[in-house]
Structure formats: C-alpha cells, structure tokens
C-alpha cells in the first residue's frame, strides 16, 4: 500500500527567507501524481503545486517550487520569501490512476516569525 | 461560483443519534469524496463517488453511509453516533479522477457528546 510520510511536525522560518518542508512516500507504481495542499486557520484546503511522477522538470507556482526525486521518492516544497500568509499546516499527498484515493501525509506546521 | 459548499459548519450530536452532512458542488464535477480530519492527522478518506448513482468506500467507511441521486449532491449519513466519530469532515470534488486538484469544502466541526 502507498504511504506518504512528513517528518516535520512543525517549522519556523523568518519572514523573507527560505524554507523547504519534506515529504518522502512509497508506492510500486511507475505512474502517479503529488500535491501540496495548504490548510490555513481557516481550515480551508487549498492546492499549492502539483506534479506528475513522469515529468522530470520540477513544479513551480511563483513562490513555490518542488524537488521531485523519483528514484528516492522525495517530493519537498521550497517557499521562497516567507510571508505571513504562509503560515499554515502543509499536507504533501499522493494519488495515482489505479484507485480514486488521495493518501495523505500527517502534514507539517509552518511557522513565520516576523 | 459557490465551489464547494457544506452544511451545517458545527454540529453537536449526542450518541446514538444519527444526522446528515450535506455537501453540494457547482462545477459539473464528476467525482466527489468525504474525508474525516482528526486532530493532527492527514485526511482519511470515508466514501467517494465517480458519477450519479456510483459511490464507494474508502479507507475508513464504517459508521456512514452515503448516495448520489445527482451531480451537484454527495450527503454523508451518519447512523448511530459514536464518539470515535467525532472529527472535522470535509468534502471535495474533482474533475476525472484523483488525478486532478481537488476543491474542498469548508468543513464540518462534528463533536459527538
């Protein structure tokens, strides 16, 4: 079965600067699909990126962007000049063509101090 | 666009009662899904569904039931409370599949006294 594994609970960063939050996972399959979805106080659940297991290039929305290692199967996020707003839990997520499931990390805390 | 809408936000519910979650989505979107958050965790996913008149179980299905009569409706029933059952839920839909982002929901606070 597939599982996704986030070892940061929690991460602090200062605003402006650079944090990366990890995500490894394991599957058999060659073909599959990851996310990044941001759960703000709101409670809201909110696409970040999203990336294609068998695109090489790695994912970027603006701020964001993604280091994919398929062959170590490692899917981190970089958010690039914190702001306030980033503040939030991160889930990372995975999905592929053979169930309709999305199976989801434990999710990590980021934390910007101002 | 409403996206996804769910009712009510917060519930309490008192154990052995039963009461429905309704979730209804506005973008024609084949595929919906029921998850429940307990504090700390990732999502789990209760029921989905691929189209009107299609659903199934996913990973932790006891204690609910579900129906899709249309598109734009996917109500979570809950039979016989338990407080095990309390949690956040939430719904979302997607277009073809898990593939594609899901839009959720705002949430449901269910507590279950």
């Known amino acids: 079965a597939q599982t996704v594994t986030q070892s940061q609970p929690e991460m602090s960063v200062q605003e402006a600067e650079t944090v990366t939050l990890s995500c490894t996972y394991d599957?058999?399959?060659?073909?599959?699909?990851l996310f990044w979805y941001k759960q703000p106080p709101s409670r809201q659940m909110i696409l970040v990126i999203r990336?294609?297991?068998?695109k090489q290039q790695n994912a970027t929305e603006n701020r964001f962007s993604v280091n994919f290692q398929k062959a170590a199967k490692s899917f981190s996020l970089k958010i690039s000049d914190s702001q306030l707003g980033d503040a939030a839990m991160y889930f990372c997520?995975?999905?592929?063509?053979?169930?309709?499931?999305?199976?989801w990390g434990a999710g990590t805390k980021l934390i910007i101090k101002p | 666009n409403a996206g996804v809408t769910q009712t009510p936000k917060f519930h309490i519910l008192k154990i052995g009662q039963s009461m429905t979650l309704q979730c209804t989505q506005d973008?024609?979107?084949?595929?919906m899904y029921w998850y429940r958050q307990d504090p700390g965790m990732g999502l789990k996913l209760i029921y989905y569904?691929?189209?009107?008149?299609?659903?199934d179980k996913g990973e932790v299905p006891n204690g609910y039931n579900v129906s899709r009569s249309t598109t734009e409706d996917f109500p979570l029933r809950l039979e016989l409370a338990a407080p095990s059952q309390t949690s956040v839920y939430f719904c979302?839909?997607?277009?073809?599949?898990?593939?594609?982002?899901?839009?959720f929901g705002p949430g449901t606070r269910l507590t279950v006294l």
């Open positions: 997520a995975y999905s592929s063509d053979s169930n309709y499931q999305l199976i």
């Open positions: 599957t058999s399959e060659s073909d599959y699909y």
């Open positions: 990336q294609e297991a068998y």
């Open positions: 973008m024609n979107h084949n595929y």
């Open positions: 569904s691929v189209g009107a008149g299609i659903t």
């Open positions: 979302a839909s997607s277009y073809l599949g898990s593939r594609n982002e899901q839009f």
